[in-house]
């Protein structure tokens, strides 16, 4: 069933992309690009899967599915801007490829062409005005949820409890969008629209929390990214912020964890342009010291298990919300098995 | 009956305004600050205009006008990004007064705002899915003519034509737009419809020549603008195409037209700070000289009257489109008179 989704979704957007060969080509090639990139189709399956659950006609679904793919890259692309990020899936990200300009742009049509996909869909008028709604109110959160981020970074002590409502806003409400449009195009009771959303949510959320985990705990060819990561920029990922709450009664480790954390990779900066390379390789050098150092002191405090604690929690409770769904036991087993897979996917 | 619809503007705004007084601060502080800055409305009014031709039950099109000044700033807070501008109407642009990110995640959410709205309309089924899909078509059109004028800034030789596609796409189908969205709430019939369209889309254009006059023949203190800053910044206008077709039978004048505006006004970059004094005051006698000189040319090949011949051209087949419409003639009346104010308000 998966395969189908899979496949539908992937066909799906290859039409829309061959759309999209229109000019001017700076503003619809980065929209074909980030489209061509991959990744998981996580968003669009859940679309499907939610609608499954209530009805066989998912056929009805799948523009609301590509919009939410869409208005997932138009997040990445805008992200990649405010991050400095140079690349995505292992290529150039679109401001780098192209522009600043393109990538705000062909971000802003990215969004429109989500509501356009949406007004494909042949729904009736009240489900459509309920998955607008739930489409609109979920874009204002992921906003304010990167604008959080932001923020953040930009201070000293974030909360745990700061730390979850931001990845809530940031990642968990998608997918809980997903789940609830998906549901609402399948004509799920209202009861159960909500418990889906409850499941998309905490899995959202087990999903946040296991990439923080796989940034430093994954395999390194598997993840596709660099190993320590989120370490080396000082980004305050559950593991960071667990480890601080725990070091507070630990003087020495506090400290320890607070010096490395305020460590800059670029400690000395190259003089001549000629001390280039001997600095890339002492900024290496310094990074992954830091990566070395920082992951003693997680290990020490023990925050892989804690993580994998907390990420099972959110796990249950998305369980225990879908269970109370009236919906057949295989779709819902489904369900569970396709979050589980890739929740254990890198470990 | 335009001084009703613009308190009722004003005061939705306002309202509109004060619900967003939410966290986080650097979200919503610059949607907020964008809508205080004031302007015209025209755009809004413009919708209750067309509601208005057709129906008295114009308080159905609120929230659709409103959802229109919305869209404008949010296209004005990314396109001030992408053209480095410092000011607007005066005061500090959203991505200076604030940071970049903010403006381009701010934009963001008043685009979603600008569809929440749309929703909040009390509309019929139909109604709702026609306004949507003329938003939609809209604001793709927008960015790509946003698109195509970042284009043209790089390349040497624009058509006429390629001018009036652009401002087409990036001014004039707004307003087109906002009468048709008008219309359609009102119950009008579709070749009204259409018409009205028309009217904006010639409207629209008309304005953006207007634009281009003023920047160099209107009145500094009530333009609000620095007189010739389009000539100072080598911006493809009008007047300057039509300057440059009209040159090309005249190889002094095409030769001195294309010396000015190749010119850069940072002719001699400033050696060290101390020097930014002087420099700056060269800069200033350099950008006068040339705003002089092209104007000279401009006079020499009568570029005013044959811009004003335009507009007036542009203005008389919105007027006829207009014509066309079966609505109280007082109110068609109403609109030109609106219109032709607006066209003639620095002359």
Chains 1, 2 share one sequence.
């Not at 980065?30 to 939610?50: E, H, N, T, W």
């Not at 990566?291 to 290990?299: E, T």
């Amino acid at each position: 069933m998966i395969t189908n989704f899979q496949n539908k979704i992937k066909e799906e957007i290859e039409k829309f992309s061959a759309e999209l060969s229109l000019p001017p080509a700076e503003l619809y090639e980065p929209i074909r690009y980030m489209l061509s990139l991959g990744g998981k189709r996580i968003r669009p399956i859940f679309v499907m899967m939610a609608c499954d659950l209530f009805s066989n006609k998912t056929e009805h679904a799948v523009h609301a599915a590509l919009a939410v793919e869409l208005f997932h890259n138009f997040t990445l692309v805008h992200d990649d801007i405010m991050d400095n990020a140079p690349l995505r899936r292992n290529k150039l990200t679109v401001y780098r490829k192209w522009n600043k300009s393109a990538a705000i742009l062909s971000g802003d049509v990215m969004m429109v062409k989500a509501y356009q996909l949406i007004g494909r869909s042949k729904l009736s008028p009240d489900v459509l005005e309920a998955v607008l709604s739930v489409f609109n109110e979920m874009a204002v959160k992921v906003c304010e949820g990167q604008q959080w981020d932001l923020n953040y970074e930009q201070l000293h002590n974030i909360s745990i409890p700061q730390y979850f409502k931001m990845i809530e806003l940031k990642t968990a409400v998608l997918i809980a969008a997903c789940m609830k449009m998906g549901a609402l195009i399948g004509g799920a009771k209202e009861e159960d629209t909500e418990n889906l959303y409850e499941f998309g949510k905490n899995t959202g959320i087990a999903f946040q929390l296991q990439d923080d985990l796989m940034d430093v705990y994954g395999e390194e060819e598997k993840f596709g990214k660099l190993k320590g990561g989120d370490i080396i920029a000082n980004k305050k990922t559950f593991l960071l912020l667990k480890a601080s709450a725990i070091a507070t009664s630990n003087h020495y480790l506090k400290e320890e964890l607070e010096q490395w954390m305020g460590a800059s990779p670029h400690l000395t900066p190259a003089l001549s342009k000629g001390e280039g390379e001997i600095q890339r390789e002492r900024e290496t050098k310094d990074a992954a010291e830091k990566v070395k150092a920082v992951m003693r002191i997680y290990d020490f405090v023990n925050v892989k298990k804690i993580t994998e604690e907390e990420i099972n929690s959110y796990h249950q409770k998305a369980v225990n919300a879908l269970e109370k769904i009236s919906a057949p036991e295989a779709k819902k087993q489904a369900l569970i098995e396709f979050t589980s897979s890739l929740l254990k996917r890198e470990t």
